[in-house]
């Protein structure tokens, strides 16, 4: 079991899913589905990328929250 960061954002055909970690990318009608559907995408991901390739993708990515100021 892995834990991995996904980010779910609506556009005009319905939901995508980022896989943080590796750059994986799916979508679906809806939020459930975008997150069903890119959990058996990082998976398979997972299943057939070398584990040099699995870590070159970890070491690009540079993942941060900031507070930042408004009004």
Known sequence: ????????????????AYCLDYGVVSQGDTQEEALSNIK???EGFL?????AEIQDRLAQK????????YA
């Open 62 to 69: 540079d993942i941060r929250q900031l507070d930042v100021e």
């Open 1 to 16: 079991m892995k834990r991995v960061t996904i980010m779910i954002e609506k556009d005009e055909d319905g939901y995508v």
């Open 47 to 51: 299943e057939v990328a070398s584990p």
């Open 40 to 42: 058996e995408a990082v």
